[in-house]
C-alpha cells in the first residue's frame, strides 16, 4: 500500500473539536489505548493516535481509488447527514444518508430489484409518463418514488456491492458495519469513546458528534480518494 504525506495538522483537528469524546461514565474500555485524558468529566482522545490510523485510511482509500474501486460512504444521524452526501458527490462515491435499510448489502439482490424499479420511476417522472397515468395511481407511483429517493437515491448509480465502506458513527451504523463484516467488505469507522475499536478494519478514534470534526475527517480522506482517481485516470 503506497504511503504518502496528508497534512494532517494536530491543530486543526483541536480546533473542530476531534479530541472530545462522550462522559467518562459513557464510554467503553476497549478505548482506553486511544483516550490520553479526563477533562470535566469527559474523555480526551490521543489526537496523536487519530492522526496515524486517520494516515493509514487515507493511504488505503487512495491505493483503492488508484485502482478505480468503488466506495460506499454511510452517515444517517442528522448531525452528519449533509457531510455525509457532500462528501460523497465531490469524490463520486456512493453514500446512504437517510437510513441503513437491513440487508441493504447482505441481501443484495432485493436492494438491486429496488434501484431497478427506482431507475423506472425516475425515467416515467422524467419523460412525464407519470403525469399521464390517473390521479390514483400516480400519486401512488410518486410516493413510491419519494420514498425509494429518500433511502437509496444515494446509491442510485451503484451496480455491485463496494469494494470499501466508510462508516461516520459505529453505533448508529452498527447493522451496516456488521453486514460488511459478514460480506468481508473493509471497513473505516470514525469511533467515538463509546465504541469498540476492533470492529473495523481501520478505527479512527474522533468525536462522532460534532459536525467539525466528522466534516474535517471526511474531508481528508475523500481528498485522498479523488487524489486516487485522477490517478486512475491519468494511468488508464
Known amino acids: 500500500m503506497?504511503?504518502?504525506?496528508?497534512?494532517?495538522?494536530?491543530?486543526?483537528?483541536?480546533?473542530?473539536?476531534?479530541?472530545?469524546?462522550?462522559?467518562t461514565r459513557k464510554w467503553n474500555p476497549r478505548m482506553a489505548p486511544y483516550i490520553s485524558a479526563k477533562r470535566k468529566g469527559i474523555h480526551i482522545t490521543n489526537l496523536t493516535r487519530t492522526a496515524r490510523f486517520l494516515?493509514?485510511?487515507?493511504?488505503?482509500?487512495?491505493?483503492a481509488a488508484s485502482r478505480g474501486k468503488q466506495f460506499?460512504?454511510?452517515?444517517?444521524?442528522?448531525?452528519?447527514?449533509?457531510?455525509?452526501a457532500?462528501?460523497?458527490?465531490?469524490?463520486?462515491?456512493?453514500?446512504?444518508?437517510?437510513?441503513?435499510?437491513?440487508g441493504m448489502s447482505t441481501n443484495w439482490s432485493t436492494t438491486e430489484t429496488r434501484l431497478y424499479k427506482f431507475r423506472d420511476l425516475r425515467a416515467d417522472q422524467k419523460t412525464g409518463r407519470l403525469n399521464r397515468l390517473p390521479k390514483r395511481d400516480a400519486a401512488?407511483?410518486?410516493?413510491?418514488?419519494?420514498?425509494?429517493?429518500?433511502?437509496?437515491?444515494?446509491?442510485?448509480?451503484?451496480?455491485?456491492?463496494?469494494?470499501?465502506v466508510i462508516i461516520v458513527d459505529q453505533q448508529e451504523e452498527y447493522t451496516a458495519l456488521r453486514e460488511c463484516v459478514i460480506l468481508?467488505?473493509?471497513?473505516?469507522?470514525?469511533?467515538?469513546?463509546?465504541?469498540?475499536?476492533?470492529?473495523?478494519?481501520?478505527?479512527?478514534?474522533a468525536n462522532d458528534d460534532a459536525i467539525a470534526s466528522i466534516r474535517?475527517?471526511?474531508?481528508?480522506?475523500?481528498?485522498?480518494?479523488?487524489?486516487?482517481?485522477?490517478s486512475y485516470i491519468r494511468n488508464r
Open 216 to 230: 474535517l475527517i471526511l474531508n481528508k480522506l475523500v481528498s485522498a480518494i479523488c487524489e486516487g482517481r485522477s
Open 86 to 102: 457532500s462528501a460523497a458527490i465531490r469524490a463520486r462515491c456512493h453514500y446512504v444518508n437517510k437510513k441503513w435499510l437491513g
Open 55 to 63: 494516515s493509514e485510511a487515507c493511504d488505503l482509500v487512495f491505493d
Open 184 to 205: 468481508g467488505i473493509p471497513t473505516i469507522c470514525l469511533i467515538d469513546t463509546n465504541c469498540d475499536p476492533d470492529l473495523a478494519d481501520i478505527s479512527i478514534p
Open 140 to 164: 401512488m407511483l410518486k410516493r413510491q418514488l419519494f420514498h425509494l429517493q429518500t433511502y437509496l437515491g444515494g446509491i442510485k448509480y451503484m451496480t455491485g456491492l463496494p469494494d470499501i
Open 2 to 23: 503506497t504511503r504518502r504525506y496528508w497534512n494532517i495538522n494536530l491543530e486543526e483537528m483541536m480546533e473542530a473539536g476531534v479530541h472530545f469524546g462522550h462522559g
Open 72 to 84: 460506499l460512504i454511510v452517515g444517517t444521524k442528522k448531525k452528519a447527514a449533509d457531510s455525509v
